[in-house]
C-alpha cells in the first residue's frame, strides 16, 4: 500500500535531517508515517541514524506496538536483521538501548537523558544517554505528557538536539495553537492535516456522531442505546465500579459484560485486555461474545486498539473526549455514536470534576461542555474534534506555553544539576511527579518482612484521602481497631557488610499520617478484591483475602566473568567492537559496529559545533588508548600480578602472569563468594584508575583533540567511564617503566598519525579533584560529545571482554 501524502511529506522531512511535529486524527497512520523514514534507511542503508527509540506516555502504548512490529520485523525480509526490542518498567528487556528499533516510555527515555536511568544503577547512568543523542527521536501522544515535569524536559531535551538528529513528535488532540507554537519553539515543521485530507484517508470514511446528555451515566443508560458493542468510560474508578454493579443486574444472560480499571491485580487486567482486544477488535470473525459491553476509565483512553457502535463518557477535558471517542466507530465504514454525560455531583450539589480538580481543568471541562452542546447530534469529524479542542484547550494552552516560556531557563538549570549530580529525586521535577501510594491489603501488617514482596495497587493519595472517612465509619461499625497502617524502613544496626532493612508497622490515625506514607497496608474486612470489580475500597472483604507475593525474577549478571588481558589486547579489542559488528552472546544478537551506529549524528555534530569532520571518530580512538592509562601505574600492576598468584590458588591452576605482563584486567568471577572474599582482602591494594588516566593524559589529550570543548568532554568520559558521578579526585601516579613502550605499540596500531607519548604525564602526587577541567552541563558543546563518548567509551569497554572468552 502507498503512502499518504502526509506520510510522504513526513517521510521527505525527516529523511532531510528536519524534524516536525505531526497532528493527525486516530487510525490515520501516525505510526506508519513515524516509522517508514527508518524502515526504509534500514533496508537501503540511506543517511539516517541507525537507531529509533519511540517514546509513549503509557506502558501498554509500548507493549502494543511492540508486539505489531516485531512481528512485521520478520516478514520485511531485512538483507540486515532489525532487533525490535521493548524497555519499560514491567519489561525491562532492553536496559541498555541497545536495540535497533525500541519502544519505550516516555519516562525511561527522559530517565536515561537525564543520567538517572530507571533500569540501571547510578554507577552506569551515563551509558545511555549517548543512545538518546544518537537515534531518531519519536514522542507520541505528546498531549498526554505531564505539563509540569515531561514536557519541558521533553522541550529541553528536543531543543539541545535541534539539527543534530531528526525528531517527530505526534498527536491528536493538541490545539493548533499549541502545535504551533511548539514547532516554533524546537525550529521543527508543523504538519496539521486539514479536514479535507483527513476525510480522503479511508480509515477516516465512518460515521461518528456526539450527543450530549444532561442526566448522569446510569447503567439503563447505557443498556438503552446497546446494540452489539458498547463502551462506558468513567472519570473515577470508584464510579466505574459503582456504574458495573448498576448495569450487570439489567443486562441479559447473552451480554457479557466487563470491567477494566487500574486496581486490578496484573493477570486479571492481563485477561481482561486479552478479551477486550478480542471481542472489541477490528477482526469481527474473532468475536466470541453475541453481544459485550465494556465499563472502563481512562485507561482506555488510549493504546487499546478497539471500536464499538456506542461509547458513553462522563465529561471531561475535550482532548480526553476526543480521545476515548476514538474507541467507537474506530475503522472504515463503521458507523457510531459517542454520549457525553453531565458529571455526578458532590455532598455540597458542585460537580464532581474529578481527576481533573483544578480551577483550569475545571474550566476546560465546563468549555469542552458549551462546545460539545451547540455541535450535539452532529457528525463528530476531524475538523470539529480540531475546532471543539481549539475551542474549549486555547486558554488553558495560553496559560501552559506562558509557564513553559517563564520556566525555560529555570527547567535548563534543573537538567544541568541533574545529569551533573545525578540527583534521583529530581524525577518528580523533570519527568513524572507521581503522587499515588502502593495499597496491599493484609490482616496482619506487622508479622510481613518485605511489604514490597506483595503486588500491590498504585493508588493516588487523593483518593486514599477521599475514602479514608469511609473506611474508618465502616471500622467502627465492624468493630475493627485499625484502618490502614504504614511501614517505615530502618536499617538494622549489625556490623555486616549490608545490613538488613526491617520495617516498623503503625496505624494510620488520620489523613495528616498518609502524606509521607510510600506502601499502605489496608485491613481486608474494609475492602475487598474480586476478579469482576478488582479492588473495591469500602465494600466489607470476609477478611481472608490478601495481596498475593509477586513472583521472584532471577536477576541477571550485569557482566560476564573478567578474563586476564594486557594492555594492548583490551585496547586491540575494544577497536574490534567498535569498528566490526558484535555478537553479543548473551541476547543472542548481532551489533552494528559502534563508530556506524554514531556517524551520522557525529557528522551533523562535528557540523553544529564547526568541528573538523572525523574529530569525534578520532576523539573515541583516543579515548581507547587512554581511560586506562591509570591502570599501568606500578602500584597497580603489582596488585594485578598479586591477585592473579592468589586467585591461581583458589581455582587450582595456574594463572599468574610474568613480571613484564602489564595488565588491563585480573580473571575474576564477581559471583564466586571465594573471590568476592579475596576481593575485599586486597582491595585495599588496589589504586583507584579512572581520574588517574585523566589526570596524566590531560595534557596530552588537549594537545590531539586541539579543542578546549571537546578535550573537557574526553576527560570526563575517561574520568566517569566507571562511574557515572565521579568527580575526579585522584591519587597518585607512577608509570610502569614500559608504558611508554606499550602506548606507542597501542597509538601506532589503531592508526594515529606520528604517534607519540610525549605530553603523558608519568608522575603525579596525589592531587586535588580535577572538577574544574570536565564538561560542565550548561554548554552544549561540552556535554553533547561528553554523553556520546561516554557511551562508545563504556560500550566497548564492556564489549570487549566478551572477546576474551
Known sequence: MGLYPFQKQVCELLSAGRSAILQAPTGAGKTRAALYPFLRAWEYEGDFPLKCIYSVPLRVLANQFWAEYEGRARNFGFVRPLDVTIQTGDRPEDPKLEGNLIFTTVDQTLSNFL???????????????????????????????????????????????????????MTATLSEEMVLALAKELSAEPLVLSPEEAAAIPSQQKTR???????GLTGRTVLEKHQQRSVAICNTVARAQALFADLRPLVDPNVEVRLLHSRFLRTDRDNTEAWLQREFGKDKTAYTAQSAILIATQVVEVGLDITSQALHTELAPAASVVQRAGRCARYQGEDGDVYVYRLPVDSRGQPDYAPYNTRIQEEVCNTTWDALARRSGEVFSFGVELAVVNEAHHEADQQLLDRLKANRFAVADRIAQTIDAQARGAATELIRDVDSRTVIIH????????????????????????????????????????????????????EA???????HWQCIASKDDLVGALIVAINPRLASYTREYGLWLGVSGDGAWLSPRQERIKRQRDFAPYQRETFQEHIARMMRVYEHRFFDRTKGKERPPLAEEVTYVARRMERRFTWPQGTLDR??????????????????????????AEVSTLRGEDLTIPDDYLAA???????????????????????????????AAMDWLLDHVGDQALARAALTAIVRHHSAGAGGQHGPFRAHPAVATALTEVLTDMGVEAPN?????????????????????????????????????????????????
Open 619 to 644: 576523539g573515541a580512538r583516543l579515548l581507547f588508548a587512554m581511560h586506562d592509562l591509570g591502570k599501568l601505574d606500578v602500584r597497580w600492576q603489582a596488585w594485578a600480578h598479586r591477585w592473579q
Open 757 to 805: 607519548a610525549a605530553g603523558i604525564r608519568w608522575e603525579l602526587p596525589e592531587g586535588e579533584a580535577l572538577s574544574r577541567r570536565l564538561m560542565r552541563p550548561k554548554r552544549e558543546a561540552e556535554l553533547l560529545p561528553y554523553l556520546l563518548l561516554a557511551r562508545v567509551l563504556r560500550l566497548a569497554d564492556q564489549r570487549s571482554q566478551d572477546l576474551t572468552r
Open 115 to 169: 543520567n538517572i536511568p530507571y533500569a540501571l544503577s547510578l554507577s552506569q547512568g551515563n551509558l545511555n544517554a549517548g543512545a538518546i543523542l544518537s537515534s531518531y527521536l519519536i514522542f507520541d501522544e505528546l498531549h498526554l505528557f505531564d505539563p509540569e515535569t515531561a514536557l519541558p524536559t521533553t522541550l529541553h531535551l528536543l531543543r539541545l538536539l535541534s539539527g543534530v538528529i531528526p525528531v517527530l513528535v
Open 209 to 215: 456522531r456526539m450527543h450530549i446528555v444532561e442526566t
Open 443 to 494: 490482616p496482619d501488617p506487622k508479622s510481613i518482612d518485605n511489604p514490597w514482596a506483595y503486588e500491590g495497587f498504585g493508588i493516588f493519595r487523593g483518593s486514599l484521602f477521599g475514602n479514608y472517612k469511609e473506611l474508618a465509619q465502616l471500622a467502627d461499625a465492624l468493630g475493627e481497631d485499625w484502618v490502614m497502617m504504614t511501614a517505615e524502613p530502618v536499617q538494622e544496626e549489625e
Open 665 to 695: 584486567h585480573t580473571d575474576y568471577d564477581e559471583q564466586n563468594e571465594a573471590e568476592q572474599s579475596l576481593n575485599r582482602k586486597l582491595q585495599r591494594m588496589k589504586p583507584n584508575h579512572a581520574a588517574e588516566s585523566a589526570a
Open 497 to 503: 557488610v549490608r545490613a538488613r532493612t526491617v520495617y
